[in-house]
Nanobody, 120 residues
Framework: QVQLVESGGGLVQAGGSLRLSCAAS????????MGWYRQDTGKQRELVAS???????NSADSVKGRFTISRDNAKNTVHLQMNSLKLEDTAAYYC??????????????WGQGTQVTVSS
């Protein structure tokens, strides 16, 4: 199967920066869209940013100009550079990857989540 390993969450003061990373491994033939979602307590999970294999990106208006998503196709990894963090960015962040397996199945895979907490 396919596994996602996330890293980089933590506690940071408002105005600070964090970099999240997500590495996919397992029975991977190819990867399409990679993205990051977030979910705060009592709220719905929302898209933060996504990036297609050709590098085209999409991001939420609330993070435009502050967060940058990037990927390394050779390493099956996706990164989220988060700058100028705000209190409202506090949430659990989840990596999401569209995978074509070696068996030619299509999977939508989620990471286990990494907590980002922004303090005042």
């Amino acid at each position: 199967q396919v596994q996602l390993v996330e890293s980089g969450g933590g506690l940071v003061q408002a105005g600070g920066s964090l970099r999240l990373s997500c590495a996919a491994s397992g029975s991977i033939f190819g990867i399409s869209t990679m993205g990051w979602y977030r979910q705060d307590t009592g709220k719905q999970r929302e898209l933060v940013a996504s990036i297609d294999r050709d590098g085209s990106t999409n991001s939420a208006d609330s993070v435009k100009g502050r967060f940058t998503i990037s990927r390394d196709n050779a390493k099956n990894t996706v990164h989220l550079q988060m700058n100028s963090l705000k209190l409202e960015d506090t949430a659990a962040y989840y990596c999401n990857v569209g995978v074509i397996t070696t068996a030619r199945s299509i999977l939508n895979v989620w990471g286990q989540g990494t907590q980002v907490t922004v303090s005042s």
